[in-house]
DNA sequence: CGGTCTTTTCCACTAGGCGGAAAAATTGGA
DNA sequence: TCCAATTTTTCCGCCTAGTGGAAAAGACCG
């Protein structure tokens, strides 16, 4: 029996004056109704209503006991019911990992829209480039280009696959030329995210022709935007996906190269833990950004 | 399956850390734990205890229902408990009728050492000569000398049998002379108590001699110190339980008459509304007047 | 890599709760 | 005063929900 039924029979037999249509209400036969109600008296100890066959009323303890009781209950249903709202209406805070880039041309202009649609969830960004230890670290989401080893705790799901390019400032290929096929890339300055899979040896392909080339590094990080600067300074020639440079390539501050040349895409994906039940928050945030890279894809950038 | 059971699996399982560990405190299987914890998260369409097989953390919605769900069980204990300790020690306000005669010279004694035992137990003592209708005058105990009408509402118990004495003052004695017989009576100013049954007829035993004398009422009422007031002002002579008068005679300013004759004894019980559970204030007034009675009865006034 | 420990799931069993109906009781109207 | 109507309580047979034990699955440490 359910202790928390036997309080709602008596409160709803309280309030309208007779068992029968408490029962009614809270759609259980009168000998249940009946029997919750005795055994709520006996596990108090104690008789809250007395009642003949034509008429009942409320004894001083069971004036108390309603009092209290309705408090209580009133107070439970609203504990659950905000805990229920939280599954549909997302609160708190969602802890997201990607990479700078990533965050600064992706995340932070879409989280405008997203926070007006969420106005009660927070979203804070750590940059990184590794994926984290996702409990240890206390991250919801990760955003990373590399696919995590395999983890039956963690989904991955692909956000999309991006292009890359190469690319120089124009007083760099003055001094050093401009390259004209993949193996002149071996005598050049080469800056190099060090992160990616195999990130010393390029492998370009024009329709059915492929050449590798392993390159060395003038310069290599763990960061795009520190290759990206060093190559607005005519450090050398990066390789890095398009949407970090495109700009800077419309604005005449770099200079693509080897252009007839395709890359290997990049594929981004999105990480988070596997749980029994989805917090809501993780899965409005990823089905937004799913979203928001969609609508917002040029297939310059993305393909596929 | 109890849903108080459910939060107390979460809320145990919150503070200790370890579902295994709430199962035993709670008494229940490991197994059984873990259904209820799933049930309540469930029921709520959030999952409030992120858990594998090694360690378990709260999540956001876990710590606000945590917070609320731990005070509404604290507020239920304690409500149960308040109600609990009322049936072991009794208070709020008890409602006893009996005659102003019984209140004056037996409840009003009696309540400082009953108010020093139950505190938190105030008295209403309404002075009537009738019993009440219990439910309608919301009376919990009365005290009469006749006995209720067969009801199987009303328990009735015996409080003991009083003696009855016939006086009247110096004065009227001296005026009308004192009566040697049963049969002068019929000469005689009586002062009836028109309540009592057969008030008109007397019955008087000496031995095994019984009289039965038919009276006119000089004067009667309902009220047993009406008729006492009428004796002391000379106005005939009385008949009332010993209690009423002792003083007087005492005092002289009543005297007995015929004492070498016995009347019939008053029997004066209490009454009381019969319950499933009698509540413990009605307990604990009976059984303390019953006692009060006991011990502070003279032969004179009590009889068997 | 195996052992230890915890959580979850499965299975067989049974205790408990159900609704319907009968019993008991109360009140009002004829 | 009696009977009908209505409510509360109790009984009974049925069924399922909840149980504990054990196995399965998983996580971490030595």
């Given at each position: 029996m359910d202790r928390l039924t036997q309080i709602e029979v008596f409160v709803k037999t309280a309030e309208l004056g007779s068992l029968s249509r408490a029962a009614e209400v809270l759609g259980m036969s009168n000998a249940a109704a009946s029997r919750h109600l005795a055994a709520l008296e006996e596990r108090l100890s104690a008789r809250l209503i007395e009642r003949n066959t034509r008429r009942l009323w409320l004894t001083e303890a069971g004036q108390e006991f309603l009092q209290r009781s309705s408090a209580v209950l009133n107070e439970l249903t609203d504990a659950e019911e905000a805990i229920n709202a939280r599954t549909l209406s997302p609160t708190g805070l969602l802890r997201v990992t990607s990479s700078l880039s990533f965050a600064l041309i992706y995340l932070a202009p879409m989280l405008p829209a997203f926070r007006a649609l969420y106005p009660k969830l927070n979203v804070h960004i750590a940059a990184a480039n590794r994926y984290p230890d996702f409990i240890e670290a206390g991250i919801d989401v990760a955003i990373r280009t590399r696919l995590h080893?395999?983890?039956?705790n963690i989904i991955v799901r692909r956000l999309g696959r991006m292009r890359r390019v190469l690319a120089a400032s124009p007083a760099y290929l003055e001094r050093c030329g401009m390259p004209k096929?993949?193996?002149?890339?071996?005598r050049h300055d080469m800056l190099v995210?060090?992160?990616?899979?195999?990130?010393f040896s390029l492998r370009l392909t024009k329709g059915d022709i492929e050449r590798i080339v392993r390159i060395s590094g003038a310069l290599d990080s763990n960061d795009g935007q520190i290759i990206r600067e060093a190559a607005l300074h005519g450090l050398g020639i990066l390789i890095q996906p398009l949407y970090i440079v495109q700009g800077d390539i419309e604005a005449g501050t770099l200079v693509p190269v080897l252009l007839d040349w395709d890359l290997p895409m990049l594929t981004m994906n999105i990480a988070y833990q596997n749980r029994v039940q989805l917090p809501a928050k993780i899965r409005v945030f990823t089905d937004f950004l799913v979203n928001y890279v969609r609508k917002n894809s040029s297939s310059q950038i993305w393909a596929g």
């Open positions: 080893e395999p983890d039956t096929e993949p193996a002149d890339l071996t995210y060090n992160l990616a899979a195999d990130p």
